[in-house]
């Protein structure tokens, strides 16, 4: 299985920046896609940002512009810069991991990182 564990969560004011960062680890697996997704009080999970092996990506349209999601494949690790950050960005934001074991493909997910944004 993948072991996730991200940093990098923390209180910041409106129009400020975090950076998020979540590492793989574990093995027999390889890592298809990762990303970050949240979870606000009283509302679904919903996806922020992916990330292809290839650096393909896709957006959340809330978050694009303000957000990138990158990685670094040779050390298994997942980046979130926020910036521009809203009050509406508050949530716990979780790093996901799609990977492969021989045939059987299975999602993974970290502990969660408490983001605030508020003044």
């Known amino acids: 299985q993948v072991q996730l564990v991200e940093s990098g969560g923390g209180l910041v004011q409106p129009g400020g920046s975090l950076r998020l960062s979540c590492v793989a680890s574990?093995?027999?697996?390889?890592?298809?896609?990762m990303g970050w997704y949240r979870q606000a009080p009283g509302k679904e999970r919903e996806l922020v940002a992916t990330i292809a092996r290839s650096s393909w990506t896709i957006y959340a349209d809330s978050v694009k512009g303000r957000f990138t999601i990158s990685r670094d494949n040779a050390k298994n690790t997942v980046y979130l810069q926020m910036n521009s950050l809203k009050p509406e960005d508050t949530a716990v934001y979780y790093c996901?991991?799609?990977?492969?074991?021989?045939?059987?493909?299975?999602?993974?997910w970290g502990q969660g990182t408490q983001v605030t944004v508020s003044s």
């Open positions: 996901n991991a799609n990977a492969k074991s021989f045939t059987t493909v299975f999602d993974s």
């Open positions: 574990g093995s027999g697996f390889s890592i298809n896609s």
